[in-house]
């Protein structure tokens, strides 16, 4: 059955449980707000699946990537932009291994925060 079907048909029969905020649970594993959580993908991948994996365990029915801040107005903040492709794909295999063949995976996305165009709008006035 296609992904999408499954997804489909998981909302026709039931609330579908899913993961919480993966920045929440860097923070609670002492790495801070100045760091960027979507690096770790890469970094630290071991820890990424952990958190990932206990999620899986607590029977969640859907994970999202760690991927909340991976786009190219976030990551020029950390000097990333050139590992923007590397952190994503980094980002969903680390999903896919987690969540193995039960657990659906969602593309986590967060608002674009304003880099360097001083046009995007910031956190705090995004509609996303």
Not at 7 to 26: E, P, S
Not at 96 to 107: F, K, N, Q, S, T
Request: aromatic share 8%; net charge negative; glycine share 10%.
């Amino acid at each position: 059955m296609a992904v999408g079907h499954r997804f489909l048909d998981m909302l026709d029969k039931q609330v579908i449980l899913a993961d919480g905020a993966m920045g929440t649970m860097f923070y609670n594993q002492g790495i801070f707000l100045n760091r960027c959580f979507d690096a770790l993908n890469v970094e630290n991948p071991q820890q990424v699946k952990k958190i990932h994996e206990a999620y899986v365990a607590a029977g969640v029915d859907l994970i999202e990537t760690n991927t909340f801040g991976a786009n190219q107005a976030r990551l020029a903040k950390y000097g990333l932009v050139e590992d923007l492709e590397a952190i994503n794909h980094a980002a969903v295999e680390l999903a896919r291994e987690a969540a193995g063949d039960e657990v659906l995976v969602a593309g986590g996305r967060g608002t674009p925060g304003r880099g360097d165009d001083r046009s995007w709008p910031d956190d705090t006035q995004a509609g996303t």
